[in-house]
């Protein structure tokens, strides 16, 4: 069952501008995107606005920008965001096996929460791709049908 959030606009500049402090910290200490991108601003802020979402929706509180490279967890869990309605959640070959990753999509008032995947069921071999036809797999991309309902999370 995919959870419906709606937010106000004021909440969505709070969030987006913890995405741009994220983004800022990484640029003053040199840090370089792990994947190549060169630009990726929207990407935190993208991130930042759905770890905020995911904590309104499993119910814990949100700290903010936190710090770079999965030291921000929500509640303890992984957040994927996407402004793709229809976006897999993407989880990397050294994601860690036993974190349990939550997909938010949309924006930027209205999103969606289609659910979680624990790593290592994540990690099939159906779920290897190339998306970009690279020639070159990177990651797995799980299907939204593939994951469990955010209500198993939630109490």
């Known amino acids: ?35 190549g991108l060169t630009n990726y601003t ?7 606005v759905g770890e905020f979402i995911a904590s309104l929706v499993i119910g814990v509180p949100w700290r903010g920008p936190g710090t770079f490279q999965g030291e921000d ?3 303890g869990y992984q957040v994927r965001a996407s402004k ?7 989880i990397r070959p050294k994601d860690p096996n036993d974190a349990i990753y939550i997909l938010v999509v949309g924006g930027p008032l209205k999103w969606q929460v289609p659910g979680w995947i624990l790593g290592k069921d994540g990690k099939q071999k159906e779920f290897w791709d190339d998306p970009t036809y690279s020639g070159r797999p990177s990651a797995y991309f799980v299907p939204q049908l593939a994951l469990k309902s955010i209500k198993d999370l939630t109490k």
């Open 84 to 90: 793709r309605l229809n976006a897999d959640l993407t």
């Open 42 to 48: 929207d990407e935190n802020v993208v991130g930042a």
């Open 73 to 75: 967890l929500v509640g």
């Open 1 to 35: 069952m995919v959870v419906q959030v709606e937010i106000s606009e004021l909440e969505y500049k709070w969030a987006s501008y913890a995405g741009i402090l994220r983004n800022e910290d990484s640029i003053q200490k040199g840090r370089r995107h792990a994947y």
